[in-house]
């Protein structure tokens, strides 16, 4: 039977290095499930769960630490469940939104679906200046829909709440 553990590795961006993490998962005998690469400045974080046997499993969590200590990374690992979706979890809200990046906009949106017990399975922000000088902030998300929810009520209180914080914001539904 499979276990599953999640890795996060992070450190300095330079060629190769996601090559020496992935040829260590494969080297133990993992399999990569699921994985996120992002880069902040000169600096990466990768996100991934792995699935294997047992010895696969604690090969990765005894080899990996030696691999970050070789190569500067700050590693963490935890056991995991695999991927289960709630059975009530049959839609999802994609969200965009726009506005002029400051302390606390993204607080709102997480406070929002966190009041209503909605689960956020993806989050991207990014801020950018514009030739001007002006910060705005582009925020993705993806949001679970269980079936008791009203998507029209919830899109008419999201859209009252962008409005309050000046932010211009996008719901789409997705089956």
Excluded at 153 to 161: F, P, Q, R, S, V
Aim: net charge negative; charged share 25%; aromatic share 6%.
């Amino acid at each position: 039977m499979d276990q599953y553990l999640v890795l996060t590795a992070m450190g300095r961006n330079r060629p190769g290095i996601l090559s020496k993490i992935t040829q260590l998962i494969t080297e133990c005998g993992c399999n990569i499930e699921d994985s996120r690469l992002a880069i902040f400045g000169s600096e990466f974080t990768l996100l991934m769960m792995l699935s294997g046997n047992h010895n696969a499993i604690a090969r990765v969590e005894v080899s990996l630490p030696l691999l970050g200590a070789e190569h500067d990374l700050l590693t963490m690992i935890k056991r995991a469940l695999g991927h289960q979706q709630e059975k009530s979890v049959r839609r999802w809200a994609e969200i965009s939104a726009s506005g002029p990046d400051k302390p606390g906009l993204i607080d709102n949106f997480t406070r929002f679906f966190a009041e209503r017990d909605l689960n956020i399975s993806s989050l991207s922000a990014r801020s950018e200046a514009d030739i001007d000088g002006i910060v705005t902030l582009q925020l993705q998300m993806t949001v679970e829909l269980s079936d008791d929810i009203d998507e029209s009520t919830l899109n008419a209180d999201l859209e009252k709440m962008c409005q309050s914080i000046s932010v211009d914001c996008h719901f789409y539904l997705v089956s």
